[in-house]
């Protein structure tokens, strides 16, 4: 007897209530985007599980693509019989010969889900236990730390056993809480941001600014590769690639070298929000980690956010470089980001940038820019890659207002 199914475990979905069949809804579809390589396997539901039925196909290349699915806690190979007592006693034996089981040690766990079996969950165990005792060599049990810890949940449409658990991605399936826009330089910290955004469900599109001749194509490939990777967790990303030069070089040209790097913050944010207004997305992510460097000062912070009313989400903002790097190395991306193509990000940073700036201050430098009209033009010229595991399209990014 093989394994049949793999069983799914919701984690934190479980805790949702007359919304949580969205919430499965979103991640038996993500799931089934991951894994649409294997026609012949078919996703099924309930309220607390979810199974993927095998129909022969390999289970090793399964599992390794659900690690990367937001939204499972854990999974578990398993077999499915009848909740009949002898079948149950049959197929929990066979499931252990299947396993490299000599001279190690194991108990049975018992879940007696539906209350309608004749056996409660500790007679269960005694049961199961004696028949593979009795039916195997070199076996013992061990009910404080065993080797093998047989798991059998008795429920209303039949019995699974299961074994090892393997961890899962956790969080909430992307796309149950809506979209929001990734400010994308190339280094480390926002293609973390955007990962830890995925992972609390957000659908997330890539907005990235680009200054040629300033940087270079090889700069601009290094952020759809950085896509292209974060697509391994959250399916199709569309990446936006605003033309930045001639606004960052008005900017350095009219703003005092020391307010400069705070007022191109903010016209980059005032962008970023025009393209979340078109793609109809709720919020903005960016990579800020507080006191990291001189624009992400608190005052900083306050002063650039002055520009929208639109959510602007960190989910770096309490995390120091090192725990940011680990993460990056985690997911893939580090490798990745510090390829040595500059970004319009460290090509314009000034000497001595402002840690504390005032926002009336910055108001009145702005006034002689023509920030209006040169913002509306690098949004109407922005253009937009759609990326996914396997392939790139391109399409232009027009008509926006």
């Known amino acids: 007897m093989k394994y049949d199914r793999i069983l799914i475990r919701y984690g934190e979905m479980s805790t949702k209530g007359k919304n949580r069949k969205q919430f499965?809804?979103?991640?038996?579809?993500?799931?089934?985007?991951?894994?649409?390589?294997?026609?012949?396997?078919?996703?099924?539901?309930?309220?607390?599980?979810?199974?993927?039925?095998?129909?022969?196909?390999?289970?090793?290349?399964?599992?390794?693509?659900?690690?990367?699915?937001?939204?499972?806690?854990?999974?578990?190979?398993?077999?499915?019989?009848?909740?009949?007592?002898?079948k149950i006693k049959e197929a929990t034996l066979s499931f252990v010969k299947e396993l490299p089981y000599e001279g190690k040690t194991f108990k049975i766990s018992a879940r007696r889900a539906d209350k309608r079996f004749p056996l409660n969950s500790n007679e269960l165990n005694y049961e199961l236990g004696s028949h593979i005792l009795r039916n195997t060599d070199n076996l013992t049990v061990d009910?404080?730390?065993?080797?093998?810890?047989?798991?059998?949940?008795?429920?209303?449409?039949?019995?699974?056993?299961?074994?090892?658990?393997?961890?899962?991605?956790?969080?909430?399936?992307?796309?149950?809480?809506?979209?929001?826009?990734?400010?994308?330089?190339?280094?480390?910290?926002?293609?973390?941001?955007?990962?830890?955004a995925m992972k609390r469900g957000l659908e997330i599109e890539a907005v990235h600014f680009?200054?040629?001749?300033?940087?270079?194509?090889?700069?601009?490939?290094?952020?759809?590769?950085?896509?292209?990777?974060?697509?391994?967790?959250?399916?199709?990303?569309?990446?936006?690639?605003?033309?930045?030069?001639?606004?960052?070089?008005?900017?350095?040209?009219?703003?005092?070298?020391?307010?400069?790097?705070?007022?191109?913050?903010?016209?980059?944010?005032?962008?970023?929000?025009?393209?979340?207004?078109k793609e109809q997305g709720l919020a903005i992510v960016t990579g800020e980690s507080l006191g990291q460097v001189a624009s992400q000062t608190l005052e900083s912070m306050y002063v650039i956010n002055?520009?929208?009313?639109?959510?602007?989400?960190?989910?770096?903002?309490?995390?120091?470089?090192?725990?940011?790097?680990?993460?990056?190395?985690?997911i893939g991306t580090h490798e990745i980001s510090i390829r040595p193509y500059e970004d319009c990000c460290t090509i314009f940073t000034p000497k001595a940038p402002k840690t504390r700036p005032k926002k009336e201050k910055v108001i009145q430098y702005e006034k002689v820019l023509t920030l209006d009209d040169m913002i509306a033009e690098a949004v109407q010229k922005t253009e937009t890659i759609t990326i996914t595991e396997n392939d790139l399209v391109h399409e232009e990014l027009n008509d926006l207002f």
């Open 210 to 277: 680009f200054s040629p001749p300033f940087t270079s194509e090889r700069a601009k490939q290094k952020v759809i590769d950085l896509v292209k990777r974060l697509t391994t967790f959250g399916g199709t990303i569309r990446l936006h690639i605003v033309p930045f030069t001639d606004i960052q070089q008005e900017i350095y040209r009219k703003v005092p070298e020391n307010y400069s790097l705070i007022s191109t913050r903010r016209a980059m944010l005032r962008i970023t929000d025009e393209i979340r207004k």
């Open 143 to 196: 009910v404080h730390n065993p080797d093998i810890d047989v798991r059998v949940e008795v429920r209303e449409e039949g019995t699974y056993i299961t074994c090892a658990d393997v961890a899962g991605a956790g969080g909430l399936p992307v796309g149950t809480s809506g979209k929001a826009m990734l400010m994308l330089s190339g280094g480390i910290d926002s293609p973390v941001a955007g990962y830890l």
């Open 306 to 330: 002055d520009v929208t009313t639109t959510p602007i989400i960190r989910p770096l903002v309490a995390m120091d470089k090192t725990e940011i790097i680990d993460i990056s190395k985690r």
């Open 24 to 86: 499965i809804y979103r991640l038996k579809r993500n799931i089934a985007k991951k894994l649409k390589d294997f026609p012949t396997i078919r996703i099924e539901e309930t309220r607390d599980r979810m199974y993927i039925r095998l129909n022969d196909a390999p289970h090793e290349p399964i599992m390794e693509r659900l690690k990367d699915v937001f939204g499972i806690q854990s999974f578990s190979l398993a077999l499915k019989t009848e909740s009949d007592l002898e």
